[in-house]
């Protein structure tokens, strides 16, 4: 609790400042903004979701057992006042919930409110704070359905805001200097903890307890932090035959299911799937998307007679998927990234060839 206090006061300090920062008119949700405001500073507008790095528990030795989306956003940038010398912020609270909790129409509603913000010219960059568990799909989500030079910058934490070394307020602080920083344009949606700058597209989480889990192992990182700057290894580029869908008007997604491929696997579970409403299935498949013979069979009649879009993906960490007879190929998409793929590809309207083309990487 004593750390919990010491955040309050620290915040009361730091918001007790000067000219308001202006805000849009689509904002009906934006929490305070009466922090002190620089026009030589780029403007940063951080929307806010929830997760560890809003976690809180009583005790400071607990990294475990928390209330995740506990600490509303100005408790957050409050804890980290550099950031008010590298940019202007602005926030927005969207949701506060552990990532697990993120649905189809919070992921819609952020979408919207982050492309209208980067469409105003005033803005130069986004961070999304969000749970770790899937952060990898909010922000491989964002990448496909956002159109902007501008950066994205999703970052969360391992441990609660209350930890001994909680790690929220350093990535925090490197996200909004990431955001802010015209070197990190064209670059799609990034991810940011531990220092490291990752693709959002490639990402995924890699370890469920340490603080170095955003990986993607084949294509490696983009970038990393000395002393809370961002240092690029590549100049900016974006994967090949990365597609755009436009969610703007959207109010729903179709609904993707993911089966996880075993020894002995139920294949009466794709039937369930298809017949609860599922418009497609993603198969986590063994080795290079293996699935059982009895469970294929059921899988060919469900796309016979219901049109469902089958892809297969892969169980192992790494690797790529090639599409066989009825089934796409996930190409280099882990399951969770292809499921939002192929969701946001069926809202889409796409067809067989179109949807060939974006999962199967022709890159
Ligand atoms: C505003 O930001 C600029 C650029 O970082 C800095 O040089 C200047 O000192 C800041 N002004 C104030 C009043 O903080
Ligand atoms: C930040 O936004 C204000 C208006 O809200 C604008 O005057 C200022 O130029 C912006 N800063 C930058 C660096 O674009
Ligand atoms: C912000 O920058 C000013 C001027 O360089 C410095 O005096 C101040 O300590 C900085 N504030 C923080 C919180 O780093
Ligand atoms: C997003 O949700 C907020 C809060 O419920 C709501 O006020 C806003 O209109 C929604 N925006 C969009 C684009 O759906
Ligand atoms: C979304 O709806 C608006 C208002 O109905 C319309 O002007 C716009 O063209 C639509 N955008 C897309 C991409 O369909």
New binding site residues.
């Given amino acids: 609790m004593v750390s919990l206090k010491l955040l309050a006061l620290r915040v009361s300090a730091?918001l007790t400042a000067a000219t308001p920062l202006p805000v849009p008119e689509t904002f009906s949700f934006t929490v305070r903004q009466d922090r002190p405001f620089n026009a030589s500073l780029p403007n940063v507008t951080i929307f806010a979701t929830g997760g560890t790095i809003a976690g809180s528990v009583a005790s400071s030795d607990q990294t475990s057992g928390y209330r995740a989306g506990a600490l509303g956003v100005d408790i957050l940038i409050g804890a980290v006042?550099?950031l008010?010398?590298v940019s202007n912020v602005k926030a927005v609270q969207i949701a506060n919930v552990w990532s697990p909790s993120i649905t189809p129409e919070i992921l819609l509603n952020l979408t919207q409110q982050v492309q209208r913000e980067l469409d105003d010219p005033y803005c130069a960059g986004i961070v999304i704070t969000h749970g770790t568990d899937t952060l990898e799909e909010s922000s491989f989500f964002l990448d496909l359905a956002i159109r902007s030079e501008k950066p994205v910058v999703f970052v969360g934490a391992m441990r609660p805001a209350t930890a001994v070394s909680a790690d929220g307020p350093i990535n925090l602080l490197e996200a909004v200097t990431l955001a802010a920083d015209p070197m990190a344009r064209g670059r799609g949606t990034m991810i940011v903890l531990s220092d490291r700058i990752s693709s959002a597209y490639f990402t995924t989480k890699t370890n469920a307890n340490s603080l170095d889990t955003f990986r993607a192992g084949e294509q490696g990182f983009l970038g990393f932090f000395i002393n809370i700057k961002p240092k690029f290894y590549n100049t900016p580029s974006l994967p090949l035959g990365k597609p755009y869908f436009d969610v703007m008007n959207t109010t729903s997604l179709p609904e993707v299911d993911i089966l996880y491929g075993h020894q002995a696997l139920n294949p009466a579970l794709a039937e369930a799937a298809v017949n609860s409403g599922a418009k497609g299935l993603v198969l986590a498949g063994m080795g290079a998307g293996a699935w059982t013979e009895p469970g294929s069979e059921v899988i060919q009649k469900l796309v016979e007679t219901h049109g469902t879009a089958v892809v297969s993906s892969r169980r192992p960490a790494d690797g790529y998927v090639a599409p066989h007879s009825f089934i796409y190929g996930g190409g280099f998409l882990n399951p969770q990234k292809a499921r939002i793929m192929l969701q946001l590809a069926l809202n889409a309207g796409y067809e067989e060839a179109q949807l060939r083309t974006v999962l199967e990487y022709y890159g």
Avoid: G, K, S
Wanted: proline share 20%; with cysteine; net charge neutral.
């Fill in positions: 730091c006042p550099q008010l010398n």
